[in-house]
C-alpha cells in the first residue's frame, strides 16, 4: 500500500511538473510583435485560445460531459467556427481540394471552422498521454500480455479491442455526416439532455446494486460484456453524449463497480481517442498545422495532458463517493444554457 502511494505521489509530482513548465512557458511568449521582420498575416488561433481549448479538452475528455460538446461550444465562443478560408503562415489560401480551371472545378477551400474541428481532436494526443502516464502498470500489462506474459494483461487487451471494434466501424462509416449535420451547438444541446436522463437512471441503478457486489476487474469481463460497452459508445460519435460517460454507464450495466468502470472508460480512451486523432489529422492535419502554427498546436496538446491528468485522477476519487448524479444535473444546466444563448 505504501509502495502505491509513492508511486501515485511521483506521478501527481510529475504532472505538477508538466504543469509548472506549461505556466512559465506561457508566461515567457512574447507578447509585442519583432518589427525587424516583415509582419506576418495574423494567427487564425492565438496562444490565449490554444489555453482556454487545451484546458477544455483536458478537463472535460475523460469526465462524463462531452468533451467534443464543450470543445464546440468553446469554438463557438472563440469565433473559431467561421467558414471564412484559411490562410497559411505566408498569407496563401489553403484548400481542401484545390480548384481545377481546365476541369472547371471551383475546389474546396479549407475553413477556419474545419481547422478548429481538426485542432479539437489533435490535442486528445495530450490526454491520451495522460491517462498513459497515470495507468503505465495497466498499459504494460496489457502489452505483456499480447506477447504471452501477462494473461491478466491479454484478457484486458482483448476486451478493449472488443469494445474499441464498434466505433471504427461507426465512425469510419459516419464521420462525414457527423461532422456536416451534429457539430452545432444546438445538437450539443440536445444530447447534453438526453446523456444526463441515461445517466441519472444508470446511477439509480448502480445505487440499487448489492454494496456486497463483486469487485470485477476490467480484465475479467466477458467478450459479451466488452462488446455491449463497445456499442454504448458508439452513441458518443452524437457530440455532446460524452464517450466517457457512454462507456462508464456500459460499464455499470456490465457489472463494473464506479472506480473500475472508469478504469475500464479511461483505457479504452486510448485506443479509441488515437483512432481518431490520427484519421483526422490524416484527412487534414497539414492544412491545420499551416493555417495554425506548429507552437499552439503543441500548447495545445500540453495544457490538455496536465489537465487531463489531474481531472482523471479526481474523477475516480468523486465517482467512488458520489456517482454521476451531479454531473447529469450539469449536463442539463449547461444544456439550458445554451439554448437560452442561441434564442438571444
Known amino acids: ?65 462531452s468533451s467534443t460538446g464543450h470543445l464546440i461550444l468553446a469554438n463557438h465562443a472563440l469565433g473559431l467556427e467561421s467558414e471564412a478560408q484559411a490562410i497559411d503562415r505566408s498569407g496563401l489560401p489553403l484548400w481542401q481540394e484545390p480548384p481545377d480551371p481546365a476541369q472547371g472545378l471551383p475546389g474546396q477551400p479549407f475553413t477556419i471552422k474545419a481547422a478548429a474541428d481538426t485542432y479539437a481532436v489533435a490535442i486528445q494526443v495530450g490526454a491520451i498521454a495522460a491517462v498513459a502516464i497515470l495507468y503505465w502498470s495497466r498499459v504494460l500489462g496489457a502489452i505483456a500480455g499480447v506477447f504471452g506474459k501477462n494473461p491478466a494483461g491479454l484478457r484486458l487487451t482483448r476486451n478493449l479491442l472488443i469494445a474499441f471494434f464498434p466505433a471504427v466501424v461507426a465512425g469510419l462509416t459516419l464521420d462525414d ?22 445517466m441519472v437512471a444508470a446511477d439509480r441503478r448502480q445505487r440499487a ?19 455491449l460497452i463497445g456499442v454504448m459508445q458508439c452513441a458518443a460519435l452524437w ?31 486510448l485506443p479509441t481517442l488515437t483512432g481518431a486523432a490520427v484519421l483526422k489529422c490524416y484527412k487534414s492535419g497539414a492544412l491545420t498545422l499551416e493555417a495554425f502554427g506548429p507552437g499552439p498546436l503543441a500548447w495545445g496538446g500540453l495544457v490538455a495532458a496536465v489537465s487531463a491528468g489531474l481531472a482523471v485522477a479526481w474523477l475516480v476519487r468523486f465517482l467512488t463517493r458520489h456517482g454521476l448524479a451531479l454531473f447529469a444535473w450539469y449536463r442539463v444546466v449547461l444544456a439550458v444554457g445554451v439554448l437560452v444563448l442561441l434564442g438571444a
Not at 210 to 227: E, F, G, H, T
Not at 246 to 265: D, H, K, N, Q, W
Open 239 to 269: 457530440p455532446g453524449m460524452s464517450r466517457s460517460m457512454m462507456t462508464i454507464v456500459g460499464g455499470y450495466v456490465a457489472g463494473l463497480r464506479p472506480a473500475r468502470a472508469a478504469e475500464f472508460s479511461f483505457l479504452l480512451g
Open 1 to 65: 500500500m505504501q509502495q502505491r502511494g509513492m508511486r501515485r505521489a511521483r506521478r501527481y509530482t510529475f504532472l505538477a511538473s508538466l504543469l509548472l513548465l506549461a505556466v512559465r512557458g506561457f508566461a515567457e511568449m512574447p507578447t509585442a510583435p519583432d518589427t525587424s521582420r516583415p509582419t506576418p498575416p495574423a494567427p487564425a488561433l492565438t496562444y490565449a485560445d490554444a489555453t482556454v481549448l487545451g484546458l477544455v479538452e483536458g478537463i472535460t475528455e475523460f469526465l462524463p460531459i
Open 209 to 227: 446494486r448489492a454494496a456486497d457486489a463483486p469487485d470485477v476487474d476490467p480484465s475479467d469481463l466477458s467478450p459479451k460484456q466488452a462488446l
Open 177 to 198: 455526416w457527423i461532422e456536416e449535420h451534429l457539430f452545432r451547438p444546438g445538437t450539443v444541446a440536445a444530447a447534453l439532455i438526453v446523456g444526463a436522463v441515461i
